[in-house]
């Protein structure tokens, strides 16, 4: 393992096939390692563009944070080069494509594959927090399909280290006031409260707060203005669980491990994710 990540990747390494997708910084290609034949995808980033929004710092953030992070739900980062104009990402991948895709086909999805995903994704970011690591961006687009149709969370372009703040407090934490302390606390709950946004999506293919104006938007999540329509028709228990999620206080919020213990993910959950 060491001395791969110790190789010098470049182009010549792989044979590039069809996009796969198209970020706002570049694509993404499937791409075949020629020596190993193993299959990968490879997004491409153009520096010009990465400079000009001023996120080097953020992509730097996301190799080291995914260097580090190995779970069955989280899509591998095998590590990236980069030439004159372009950095390149390899990136492990997904067969069955992009999740967001899914949901537009199937309007919304079953009690059983939706909490078949959440209990994957709550057991993802168990993992992640564990590590001190907070995505801060769940939601579809940024979640694939792998081979066997299990849940992939990508992209830790906007996560962060949690221990990042206390660190910068040059190693003391004394001299942190209240809010300083709790808010790298606070930050694990953001991803608490996106995966019951997402919940609800998957069941009722809209997410809760969505309105015509973004300033609706905001108002709506300030107020936790959740409803339920009547249709499609979703259990009590769905909604029971949605409602610990989207909670104002972030202390009050359900925690992961809660989560997976609640009757609907029991009932609807496949084990295996
Ligand atoms: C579509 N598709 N279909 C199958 C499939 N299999 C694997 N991958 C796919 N798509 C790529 C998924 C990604 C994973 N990690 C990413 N990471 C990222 O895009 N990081 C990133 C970009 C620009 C700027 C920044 C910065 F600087 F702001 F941090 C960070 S994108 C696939």
Redesign the pocket.
Known sequence: EAASEKKRWTLNDFDIGKP??R????H?Y?AREKRSNHI??L?V?FKS??KQ?Q????????VEI?SHLRHPNI?R?YGYFYDQKRVY?I????????LYKELQRCKHFSERRAATYVASLARALIYCHGKHVIHRDIKPE?L?IGAQGEL?I?????SVHTFNRRQTMCGTLDYLPPEMVESAEHDASVDIWSLGILCYEFLYGVPPFEAKEHSDTYKRILLVDLKFPPKPIVSAAAKDLISQMLVRETSKRMPLHKLLEHPWIIQNADPSG
């Open positions: 796969l997708g970020g706002k910084f570049g993404v499937i990968v995808a997004k980033l563009q990465l929004s996120v080097e710092h953020q992509l730097r953030r996301e995914q899509l980062l990402l990136l492990e991948y997904a067969a069955k494509g992009e940024n694939l992939k990508a992209d830790f372009g906007w």
